[in-house]
C-alpha cells in the first residue's frame, strides 16, 4: 500500500522521481488499494490468487466498471459534479477526514447494491469490504 503511494507521490526526496506539474492530482487515496487485486488479471498468477474471479472474466469486467462508478458517485457526493482537479485532490488526498467520509460512502453504495455484492460474492471478494474496514480502524487509532 505504501509503495504504491510512495510511486505517486511529489516529492523531492532522495530516491524518489519528481512527478511532473500536476501529476500528484491524479493520485489515489492509500485506501483504494483495498479494493484491488495483488496482481494483474493477466498475471499468470492471478487465477492461484482469485481463482473464482479468474473463472467468471466478464464479471470480474463488469464488477471493475461498477467499482469505479461507485467510487465517482462517492466522490462526486463529496466534492460536486463540476469539481476542479485541485478541489479533487483536496478532498481526496490531502483532507483525511474526507477522504475518509469518501471511503465509506464507497463502501456504503458497494453494500447497498445487491448486484455488486452478488457479484463480490460469486468472484470471491467480499474480503476486499472486511479490508477497507480493517484499513479504516488502523487509520484510526495511528492520527
Same mark, same amino acid.
Given at each position: ?21 500536476? $501529476? ?17 488479471? &493477466? ?38 459534479? &463540476? ?14 477526514? &474526507? ?16 448486484? $455488486? $455484492? ?9 474480503? $476486499? ?10 487509520? &484510526?487509532?495511528?492520527?
Amino acid at each position: 500500500m505504501e509503495a504504491e503511494q510512495a510511486l505517486l507521490t511529489n516529492s523531492s526526496g532522495a530516491g524518489q522521481e519528481t512527478l511532473p506539474a500536476g $501529476m500528484e492530482l491524479l493520485q489515489v487515496p492509500s485506501w483504494f488499494s483495498d479494493f484491488a487485486f495483488q496482481v494483474a488479471p &493477466s498475471d499468470p498468477k492471478f487465477a492461484q490468487i482469485y481463482p473464482q474471479a479468474a473463472a467468471a472474466p466478464q464479471l470480474l469486467h463488469e464488477f471493475g466498471l461498477k467499482l469505479f462508478e461507485h467510487l465517482g458517485k462517492a466522490v462526486a457526493d463529496a466534492v460536486g459534479p &463540476s469539481a476542479d482537479l485541485e478541489l479533487f485532490h483536496q478532498k481526496l488526498i490531502v483532507d483525511k477526514q &474526507s477522504s475518509e467520509q469518501i471511503r465509506q460512502q464507497l463502501v456504503a453504495n458497494i453494500r447497498q447494491d445487491p448486484e $455488486m $455484492m452478488a457479484a463480490m460474492e460469486q468472484l470471491g471478494l467480499t474480503g $476486499m469490504l472486511s479490508a477497507s474496514d480493517a484499513h479504516a480502524a488502523k487509520g &484510526s487509532r495511528s492520527g
